[in-house]
Every structure is written in structure tokens, then in C-alpha cells.
């Protein structure tokens, strides 16, 4: 009895140990079969990059340094939904996070296609706001789509099939009708209310 408490207390140890975490404890690596300390990771650190959505267009930048006291300095820009360029400066310690926003008023780079783009939008702009200037223009009617040979066939199936039923339940309206007609000729009044 007490041998099977004693492997039940040491199988529950083993599976709590497997559980456990332990990387904190270890400090050593095992690389073909040599066991190497680690180093402590680095605290003064630096980092910078800018992306695009496309190659050679930067529409958001973020740089970072540390000087390893735990200070942090940085700042990142992006292009907000005005397409206006918008840049936060930062500094975080051991007291919080201070950012700061500046907005920078100027649009980035307009690539061709982009002004292709714009200059396709003033014109359409600029078309409308005329036909809407001049209100004694014509209307023109919106035309309604034509129907395919498939189309046809089925509304046309569809009508037939309508018109079939709608014959049938006006038939059995008009023999319910007449039954319930019948009924009350050969029914006696009953003068219980």
C-alpha cells in the first residue's frame, strides 16, 4: 500500500515537472553536444525602418533608441486618412509614456498614377457639378435590363405555372363556397346565442 502511494507521489511529481517552467532557471545552451553559457541580452539598443505599400514609396517610419538605463526615445510617422503625414515623438522611463504629435502639412509624394487618378476625379467632379448647375436638362430614362433567352423561358414557365395554381384554388374557393351555402340551406337556425 505504501509502495503504490509512494509511484503515485512520484508520477504526479514528474507530470508537474513537465508542466513547470523552468527557461528562467537555465542559462546554459547545449549546441553539438558543448554546453555554452548565454550572454545577457543587450540593454542599449537602437532599431530604425520605414515600409511602403509599393517598392520605392514610404508612407510609415518608426526608429527607437535606448540608452540601456531603461530610457526609451523614439518617434514613428504615418500618413492618417487625410493623407496628411502625422509624427509621434515619445519618451518612455520608469515614470510612464510621454508621447507628443506633430502634424506635419505636407502631402507625401504623388506618384503618376495617383495623379492620373486625381486629375480622372476633378474632371467627373467638375461634370456633374455642371449637369447639376443646369437643372432644365433633359432626364434621361434608366433602361431596364433585357432579359437572356434562359430568363425568358423561365418567367414564362413561371406565369404558367402561377396561372395553373391560381385556377385551381379559385376552383376550390367556389366549391367551398357552395358547400358552405348548402349547409346553411338544409342547417336549422339554433336561437341559443
Do not use: W
Not at 94 to 123: C, D, I, M, W
Request: aromatic share 8%; net charge negative.
Amino acid at each position: 500500500m505504501q509502495f503504490s502511494a509512494s509511484i503515485t507521489f512520484l508520477v504526479a511529481l514528474l507530470v508537474g515537472l513537465a508542466y513547470c517552467d523552468v527557461s528562467h532557471v537555465l542559462k546554459q545552451v547545449i549546441v553539438e553536444d558543448e554546453v555554452t553559457t548565454l550572454p545577457p541580452p543587450p540593454r542599449p539598443y537602437a532599431f530604425g525602418y520605414a515600409a511602403g505599400r509599393y517598392p520605392g514609396h514610404v508612407d510609415r517610419t518608426h526608429s527607437e533608441v535606448s540608452d540601456g538605463s531603461g530610457v526609451v526615445q523614439g518617434s514613428f510617422s504615418y500618413i492618417d486618412p487625410r493623407n496628411q503625414v502625422r509624427t509621434v515623438e515619445y519618451v518612455a522611463d520608469a515614470h510612464g509614456f510621454y508621447p507628443r504629435l506633430s502634424h506635419v502639412p505636407k502631402s507625401p509624394e504623388q506618384t503618376e498614377a495617383v495623379q492620373r487618378a486625381a486629375n480622372k476625379h476633378f474632371a467627373l467632379y467638375a461634370k456633374i457639378a455642371e449637369e447639376h448647375a443646369n437643372p432644365h436638362q433633359p432626364i434621361v430614362e434608366a433602361t431596364l435590363p433585357r432579359d437572356t433567352v434562359a430568363v425568358s423561358k423561365a418567367k414564362d414557365r413561371h406565369f404558367t405555372l402561377y396561372e395553373k395554381i391560381a385556377h385551381e384554388h379559385a376552383q376550390i374557393a367556389a366549391q367551398r363556397e357552395a358547400e358552405r351555402i348548402a349547409f346553411e340551406a338544409t342547417s336549422e337556425v339554433n336561437e341559443l346565442h
